[in-house]
């Protein structure tokens, strides 16, 4: 009820501010006799953390995460598994001369007037710090799915209007991972982190668009009517802090298209049903139908610029001006995209395990 | 966790089948004082039967509605509130000869795996018929946002890719009911129609996108991290059956614009804080910020179309062919509308009873 | 969060007033292909309902249940069951002379402050009438509990001071259904029918003990820390109106004992694991071991009598006096007992497809 | 869903195993505003901890509890409050040589059998060391419950059959923390402290019965039908591992009575509404109506005694014996009630909040 738990079965609390002692997650729900182990956390944390690259903030954190509870020689015991990521270089000067500016596109003028005070500290609660143990929790959820044969792949389709083209699963697989902007074509990839350079020349930044597609998802998952594969998701992915929209399969595009163009056909491949096209994204009525689940995120540029903007003073209510300093991503994209691949990974280890009481035995 | 229920305080539970004995909902959580009556209910419903135009479903459906409890003498009694409309008009025969063909696009292939059997007649609870139900409760959460002042209108933006342009809040509610495609712009809306109808004479279907905007939403609703408002209203409408994408504010639209553009700037406003443009959709950090909030859902063509498709047979899995027969609509973008209102409204009933607890008194 | 819910996975949602239009369930989370019909509902039902014996109120109720959605050709299908029982014989004359003065020991005060108005007819929601929702869907869950072996029985073992002795399971079967009072020892039950309607000449009613066994419960139900099963089972049953006390196998007799005296050996017995005794209540850790499970709840007297009390007038918050007519049993616990075998019912089979979720495959 | 999470809006999670890195809690959903810091729920803890007296458990554990997140500048600031206590003195060599036997009454039998391995150090998670997260979140609940004037006291009334007569509220608030068995009668302690030692004495143990009572707690908290605060005060108390039984108000003494003597008369004491007794415990209908709750509990002798019993290796699943040594409590009464008033606190703080929903503004 407070928002900050996750998923129904395979269900997470995530708590900690960007400034404080750490930011951490437990994850209840996650049956026992996984093997699981920090280093299959760290490899998750370590493609979210800072100072991967120089597109990204120079705020320097290990993430080094620590397990605390749930695991005992090696293996998931079916009990709460607590994991804390202790924050290292949590310098909050450059905040102390805003604390009372509204950052524009923040979250610092609702949180203070929803709670009455906030820890203006980088943003506390509402920093992009908090996706950390999204991440952390990710990973164990991407173990599950492995269990099951099922893996959660992404990558980076738009940044600053710059596109790539129709790009195979294995040349996302193969390619994503070898660039900063993770786009799995290269030449479009030196292009995006061009423009992301040249924006943070300015002082400003950009959005783009990433797309999390999951492969070999078992027939059967989602609950409809309210807790449709496709709702989850879209839930999980508008609840990343900087995503403004979210699509399946073919999404607005459909609107433009007749019935008979956007119906996918059922056909019999190798004796297993697919669909000839796959506008549904992997999912027809809410409920997984074995074909690639995809989607895509709207992921807004970063709110955090050098610019002066006009705003206003939370402790006298009067208009002021701001440039945010303090240390930014010019463009959050490829940060963003290994948050959704553990949004998408959280759905789908839930309704793994929902999807177990679907019927009588 | 079956699925069928939506959310935390106002929670809502709905049960029925498309031929069954009727299709209903039992509301949990409204306070108690509201005045309430069935007219309030049916008015909305009415904006959703079938049969209100000629671009809808010959089906005819009075659906009137009843209330079962929890008000009493013409108000809530913080009891739960059940009603119920009866199936009239729920002739099946036209599923008869293809209860074992999977029909493309819809939930039946994915029903029947999931759950071993499947009620065939009209697709059973995977029919739109389903919401219903939907419309109903948010008639109730409508009234318990009016208590507030909140309101919650919507309109058709795009039918087969014709577009409206840029309409006010005014002319949305005085132009938006006073056509069948809910268009708030009457030249447009005559092309969608003609849209609309061109495709239901070569037996096929369009789908458009709608727009909901919710008034007067006091600051501070939506709950980080998981349940902001944003991510709520995600999954309320992306449960639709219909629908396959769904953004907020500007949306997509933010991935090609600089920081410097997209960011809404504040400033005082007749005593009030307002943002100099809205491209956040009223929302920030997941909280409501106080200015309009405003999204838009992607609806698919018509599944069910009368032309020739592949498909299989569910009995004996194999290739088989289907032309779609029944009663359909051609579009149904404008019979989708109320329904993401609905959902739009649930979500701020439930939140508006969440923020009550956000603070110590 | 209203309240009227029960259950995560085998999730119930009940409305209905007593003098309303009815009373009713909703059953979503129900695995699909369970063989369900409206006589195994109705079965239970005519077990609760009043006007059986001289022992129960004279009001006459068929409790009639229709059963409206979720059940296709005699099988459930996976969604909501919604059932419904609609009241015939509301007459609420004997409450409207009443209908300002708070009965003593009934919710009529607690409902008036919380809501600010209640439904005064019969008590409205507070009412014992609510328990047939818990029993129609407890029918369901025990059906799906006997798929897997799962049997649950009961009887009286107290009223008015008056107990029973040792009985055995067999004898609990094969008696307890046989008198008006469900005591399992028919010279035992001669004795407490005596003394209930000793009470009820002299206007005045009494109260007594049930027990409540499940049998064949594989070992394993139960989720710690909080979900353990018995906190779950002491919830259920102390959720219905007129229960006080709830205890779990020896129950409050181990607070006399010493360890060596308490604690439960464990043998095995032809390859089986068990226990030499029973004190644990087949429970250990929130987790069934395999043995029968044994609760027993405290029922109080009927609150309703005709002696004269003194009482409140919430409309003028002055003091006044009562004697509460209309129509009321004089001993509640024999109507209690399918009341509480119906929460136990639905705990187990809850908690039966919750453990699901366990392992990994 | 994993059963470590309790409440609705105010609502803990709680982590870790006896002999890990340590135990702790994330609290969600307390409102923003509340003053607080570690002392605050030290002074709780320090209740709870081993080596207090002669009559618990040697383990030396300062307990010392770390505030990860939520408060700001001593304030609560509505997100989530996590806290931790390392463990320090986990010796688990004395778990080694019976890590495959199943001690009698414990978990490990029936946490082996549900999830196929268990932590054996210490019991895991399975230990009584669980509850150090309750008392902390327990703290946070008084800290809440006390700016609405609401307290929770508790005493024991019973201890190896030994039992305290009538005691007053200023009584047990005066006298029950100044002996170790938290007796609120002086000369009854002394006794209990004597059938503790004796016990003690021969490796044995004994139970007991505590007694909680919450005072000035508002009219309206509860929601029926099964969320009843008496419904959730059981579940709470139920969940707590040595408990066997629970009651509210005169709780199994009501069997015994006629409705006449049972029922409590209203009356209007200086301008207030009270009842004439309180037999039901401060609770009708499953609200409280501004009596004092009371409430009691059956705590089971300690399960870990140095007597030879009979059992079962859980490795060849052969019969065996086991005498338990390491370091236990020869009676866990007087630690419990601590964790007894924690529950009950949790239960009224998330009341309080689910109340604010119940009317219209």
Redesign the interface.
Known sequence: ??????G??F?I?????SH?????V?V???????KLCEADVQAELDRRRPGQSRLTTPRSEADSV?I???V??G?T??????M?VHNKDQDSSAYESIKDL?R????D???F???????WRGG???SGR?TVSRVAAGAVAKK?LS??GVSVIGHTV?V??IKTGEVSHAGIIGNAEDNPVRCADPDVAAKMEEAILA?KR?G??????VEVIALNVP??L???????L??????????I?AV?????????A???????????????RDGK?E??SN???GI??????GMPIVLRA????????A?E????DLST???ATIKVGGRHDPCIVPRVLPVCEAMVALVLADHL?????????
């Open positions: 009820m407070g928002g900050n738990s996750f129904e079965i269900r609390t995530t708590f900690g501010e404080g002692a750490g930011v951490g437990v209840d729900g996650c049956p026992a006799g996984l620590s605390l509870s749930g005992f020689e293996k015991t079916g009990t709460p598994i607590a804390i509204a524009p596109n923040h979250a003028y609702t949180f007037m929803k709670y009455g005070l906030r820890d506390g609660r509402s908090e599950l269990q099951s738009a600053a209007g924006a300015e400003d930044s950009v959005g783009g668009v027939v059967g989602g609950e409809p009517v309210f807790d449709k496709d709702a989850d998701l879209a839930k999980a992915i508008m609840s802090g403004k929209g979210v699509e399946i399969g073919a999404g607005f459909v609107t433009d298209r007749l019935g008979s163009e956007n119906n996918d056909e059922f056909i019999i049903v669909t000839t506008n549904s994204g027809l009525g809410g409920i997984s139908n709207a992921v807004k540029p970063t709110s955090s610029i610019k903007q006009r705003t206003i209510v009067e208009e395990l929902r999807n177990r009481a679907s019927k009588v035995w």
